[in-house]
């Protein structure tokens, strides 16, 4: 039997805050709730791809504490948040002023998140489903949370952010250190400690940073 995305999240997830974004709140998974033991094989078994999207992850939360911080950065913009996953990001833009904001992912359960995500927090988010890696965008702004965490992908990343940052549009990411994080090709902005969960990640803080992506 099809598993419907939208019931799924509201059984087996809470309305949270963010610890690092407390105004925000979000349909996540914590010890209490059955996804988060969930293996790997189970949630195959359901047809449910790595749940992102019910957790707020460390570099995403510093980039929404930042934009709620400095609402100028996307005040009357256009805005795509890439990689969404919770919508955590998108939704702090929304907050700040944005004139318009899109999230993207390419989990179709991104979707449900997102929607739900937006609703709660009463603002109003477009969702993008599709690998919009190397186009271009209908955006001033775009928006990385923690997106440099395997190689191969941040490979495909870096030029993509280079040529958009090119054509005019500006590209902030917030990263908790992970490894391949391009730090040579990043303006530094802000540094945030952010709470995490030790189920997720190395420490129950992660330092993250917010950067501008600055070209060549």
């Not at 999240?9 to 996804?35: C, F, K, M, Q, S």
């Not at 928006?143 to 902030?172: C, I, K, M, N």
């Not at 917030?174 to 995490?196: E, F, N, Q, S, W």
Request: charged letters at 25%; glycine letters at 8%; hydrophobic letters at 45%.
């Amino acid at each position: 039997m099809k598993t419907d995305p939208q019931r799924f999240i509201l059984d087996n997830t809470g309305i949270l805050p963010p610890p690092h974004v407390p105004e925000i709140r979000l349909h996540l998974a914590d010890e209490a709730h059955d996804l988060w033991l969930k293996t790997e094989e189970e949630l195959e078994e359901i047809g449910l791809p790595p749940p992102f999207w019910a957790f707020a992850w460390a570099g995403g939360q510093g980039l929404a504490r930042h934009l709620l911080d400095h609402p100028a950065l996307v005040a009357g913009k256009r805005v795509l948040d890439f990689a969404t996953g919770s919508g955590l990001v998108a939704i702090a833009a929304a907050r700040a002023g944005a004139a318009s904001v899109a999230a993207c992912d390419i989990d179709p359960w991104a979707e449900a998140a997102v929607r739900l995500n937006a609703a709660l927090n009463g603002v109003s988010v477009r969702f993008r489903r599709e690998d919009v890696i190397g186009l271009d965008v209908e955006a001033n702004i775009l928006l990385a949370g923690d997106v440099f965490y395997d190689q191969s992908f941040a490979e495909r990343l870096v030029p993509w952010f280079a040529q958009l940052t090119e054509q005019g549009v500006t590209v902030l990411v917030g990263d908790p250190g992970r490894a391949y994080c391009p730090r040579a090709r990043l303006a530094k902005l802000a540094v945030y400690d952010v709470p995490v969960t030790r189920a997720l990640e190395d420490s129950e803080v992660k330092r993250t940073t917010v950067w501008r992506f600055a070209g060549s």
